[in-house]
Every structure is written in C-alpha cells, then in structure tokens.
C-alpha cells in the first residue's frame, strides 16, 4: 500500500487524457512548440508544430500537430509545405516572407483546421488540413478575438461536432 504525502484537495482533477481524434472541425489553438526535424529518410526537414486547443472547451488543453515538409527532393512535397508554412505565417499576423525565426511563432494563436483520416492500424488520426487567422489579426490576447471565416481548403461538408460553428462562447 501507498500513502499519498500531499494534499489532494489543493489540486483540480486531471483532465482525461483520451488519445481518441478530435472531430472534423475549426479550432481555436496557440501554437505550444515548434521544431525542425529530419525526415525519416534523413533526406530533408519538416517543421513539426504543436498546437494546444482553446476552443471549443470539451477539447480543451488536446494537442494537435502539423508536420510541414519545408526541405524535401520532391518538389511538390516541399512546395506544399512551404505553402503551408506562409499560411501559419500568414494566420498568426507575419507579412509573407517576413518570418525568419520560427520560435516567433510561439504563443501565437490561430484557428486550426482539423480532419480526420485512418492510420496504418486503421485508427482514425486528425491531419492538420489548414489555419485561418484569429479576426484580431496578430494572434493576440484578446478574450473576444473570432477567426474569419474560410472554408478548410480542400474539404468540403458541414462542420461536424467540434467545430467552433457549436460553441455558443465564440459565435463564428
């Protein structure tokens, strides 16, 4: 048997830590870390970015990730990924070209695009799919900022539960 050695109503109660995908959606999101990071093939670099939600609450403090391929021999790859990059840029209020240090990017809040796909074990997994910047247009403080409303690109459907459309606190 084990005694516990502090007092446990000084602490909230944890938050469950499901691993379960979040549901097609917007959400609301400060970017918690970045890192460059090689490929697996160690042929090039992606920028790996860690998002925590804010919005909708039911989600809150969940973590998301994007992975933007910005050093690879496919062209395509890379070109995607660069695009990718001067979104994020672009949605946490950085003129295009003119973020040259991506640590500036953390605390920064953005409204994340999120979809949902099945890994190779067949479990569904959210992708990062896209940003749109918060309506403030720095990614700043304010407790009334609303992104603008964009469509996620290349997605097409009503926007299911957790989509911030649900969440009387932020009307989008």
């Known amino acids: 048997m084990s005694k516990i050695d502090w007092d446990s109503t000084e602490y ?61 021999p496919s062209e395509t790859a890379q070109r995607i990924g660069r695009e990718q990059f001067n979104l994020l840029a672009e949605s946490v209020g950085f003129s295009k070209g003119t973020l040259k240090d991506t ?14 796909e099945r890994g190779n074990d067949n479990e569904p997994r959210n992708i990062v799919t896209g ?20 469509p996620a690109p290349a997605r097409t459907g009503a ?3 957790g989509s911030l459309d649900d969440d009387d606190d932020i009307p989008f």
């Not at 959400?27 to 160690?42: G, N």
């Not at 403030?136 to 964009?150: H, I, L, M, Y």
């Open 131 to 150: 940003f749109a910047a918060v309506e403030d247009g720095a990614g700043g403080s304010s407790e009334r900022e609303q992104p603008k409303r964009e």
């Open 103 to 116: 640590s500036k990017l953390l605390q920064k809040r953005v409204v994340v695009f999120v979809g949902v």
């Open 159 to 161: 926007a299911k539960a």
């Open 12 to 72: 909230e109660t944890g938050r469950s830590t499901t691993t379960e995908a979040l549901p097609r959606g917007r959400y609301l999101c400060f970017i918690d870390s970045e890192e460059m990071k090689d490929t697996k093939k160690k042929d090039g670099k992606f920028l790996e970015v860690m998002f925590e939600v804010q919005r909708p609450k039911e989600f809150l403090r969940r973590k998301l990730w994007a992975r933007l391929n910005v050093h690879n």
